[in-house]
C-alpha cells in the first residue's frame, strides 16, 4: 500500500512539473506567431518580401507605386499597384497597415 501511496505522488509530482513547465512554453510560441504588421508606406525591399506571394519583383512595384503616388492612404490602395490582385491582397491584408 505504502508503495503506491509514493508511486502516485511521485505521478502527481511529475504531472505538476510537466504541466507548469508547458504553459510558459505555450505562451511563448504564441508571441512567437504573433508578428509585428510591415506597414507598406515605409518597408523596405525586403521586408515587403516577407509577406505571402511578394517577391522582388512586385515589391519594387511597391516601392514605385509609393513613390510615383505618395504614401498609400489605406491597405486596399495596394490593389492599385500591378500584380497586386483580391487573391495576393487577402493573403497579406492581415499582415500589412498604413
Keep these: 500500500m505504502k508503495n503506491y501511496l509514493v508511486k502516485g505522488m511521485v505521478l502527481s509530482l511529475v504531472l505538476a512539473v510537466a504541466l507548469t513547465a508547458f504553459v510558459p512554453f505555450e505562451s511563448y510560441a504564441a508571441s512567437q506567431t504573433t508578428e509585428k504588421k510591415i506597414n507598406i508606406n515605409t518597408a523596405s525591399l525586403t521586408e515587403l518580401q516577407k509577406l505571402p506571394r511578394i517577391g522582388e519583383k512586385i515589391a519594387q512595384r511597391i516601392i514605385d507605386f509609393r513613390k510615383e ?13 500591378k500584380g497586386i490582385g483580391e487573391k495576393i491582397f487577402n493573403s ?3 499582415r500589412i497597415t498604413v
Design 69 to 81: 503616388n505618395g504614401k498609400f492612404k489605406s491597405t486596399t490602395d495596394l490593389l492599385k499597384v
Design 92 to 94: 497579406i491584408k492581415d
